[in-house]
């Protein structure tokens, strides 16, 4: 009975089933026509009243840049990315402090790239920000300093979770180690399921051509997530 009470007591919590209704979110000093929408839900609410709930979110919309770097509210920051692009903007400063904070990523908006350290070495970098013809993201590594390797030109067409860097970020942290039959990752990680982007690693980390070699890791065919 307890979540029952708890969605009276406050409708707007995580746990009540219900939640807030999605807001439009227009760039700064602007209304648009089609703007995007946010899901901000109250994080962490369920032992107190709804109504107190309500006077937090407010306060928590008028002081934007704090909403903006609490890691429950990715569809906020979403939602003003998709407004104002991965550029130099009124968000820019924030986006790139919450995707340090979060992930120890770093964002260059001249170069239109999202960078992240991964294991044995590996520098792993999300670019395509600025090309129209980059629907999702390109994959590219430079290892201990070294020159950028490309391994897909758009993860749109390597695998399924392909945008969302909520997933790739902390993924491609603990990559290539990941990548390996032994890793302990108990995840299910779609990323590691990629033919492309495996045998693009493999060509420059020994460690993952052995495991294709000895038939430790199968490269399937995942042409159905285009």
Same mark, same amino acid.
């Given at each position: 009975?307890?979540?029952?009470?708890?969605?009276?007591?406050?409708?707007? =919590?995580?746990?009540?089933?219900?939640?807030?209704?999605?807001?439009?979110? @227009?760039?700064?000093?602007?209304?648009?026509?089609? +703007? +995007?929408?946010?899901?901000? #839900?109250?994080?962490? @609410? *369920?032992?107190? +009243? &709804?109504?107190?709930?309500? $006077?937090? /979110?407010?306060? $928590?919309?008028? *002081?934007?840049?704090?909403?903006?770097? *609490?890691?429950?509210?990715? !569809?906020?920051?979403?939602? %003003?990315?998709?407004?104002?692009?991965?550029?130099?903007?009124?968000?820019?400063?924030?986006? $790139?402090?919450?995707?340090?904070?979060?992930?120890?990523?770093?964002?260059?908006?001249?170069? &239109? #790239?999202? !960078?992240?350290?991964?294991?044995?070495?590996?520098?792993?970098?999300?670019?395509?920000?600025?090309?129209? =013809?980059?629907?999702?993201?390109?994959? *590219?590594?430079?290892?201990? &300093?070294?020159? /950028?390797?490309?391994?897909?030109?758009?993860?749109? @067409?390597?695998?399924?979770?392909?945008?969302?860097?909520?997933?790739?970020?902390?993924? %491609?942290? #603990?990559?290539?180690?990941?990548?390996?039959?032994?890793?302990?990752?108990?995840?299910? @990680?779609?990323?590691?399921?990629?033919?492309?982007?495996?045998?693009?690693?493999?060509?420059?980390?020994?460690?993952?051509?052995?495991?294709?070699?000895?038939?430790?890791?199968?490269?399937?065919?995942?042409?159905? !997530?285009?």
């Amino acid at each position: 009975m307890e979540p029952i009470y708890q969605a009276f007591a406050n409708p707007f =919590s995580e746990n009540s089933g219900y939640g807030l209704p999605k807001i439009e979110v @227009h760039p700064l000093g602007k209304w648009i026509r089609n +703007p +995007p929408e946010a899901c901000i #839900q109250p994080d962490g @609410h *369920s032992q107190i +009243p &709804g109504t107190d709930s309500i $006077a937090i /979110l407010v306060t $928590a919309l008028i *002081s934007d840049r704090e909403l903006f770097c *609490s890691p429950s509210q990715e !569809s906020f920051r979403d939602a %003003l990315v998709e407004t104002y692009g991965m550029i130099h903007s009124p968000v820019s400063e924030l986006f $790139a402090k919450s995707l340090n904070n979060q992930y120890g990523a770093r964002v260059d908006f001249t170069a &239109g #790239q999202i !960078s992240i350290k991964g294991t044995h070495g590996f520098t792993w970098h999300l670019g395509g920000i600025h090309d129209p =013809s980059v629907k999702s993201y390109t994959l *590219s590594s430079s290892i201990r &300093g070294g020159p /950028l390797r490309i391994h897909t030109e758009d993860t749109f @067409h390597s695998m399924r979770v392909c945008k969302r860097l909520s997933y790739l970020l902390p993924t %491609l942290a #603990q990559s290539p180690r990941l990548f390996l039959p032994d890793n302990d990752s108990e995840e299910d @990680h779609d990323l590691a399921k990629s033919p492309e982007i495996l045998s693009s690693v493999a060509k420059i980390w020994t460690p993952l051509q052995k495991a294709i070699d000895l038939g430790e890791i199968e490269l399937l065919d995942n042409s159905d !997530s285009e």
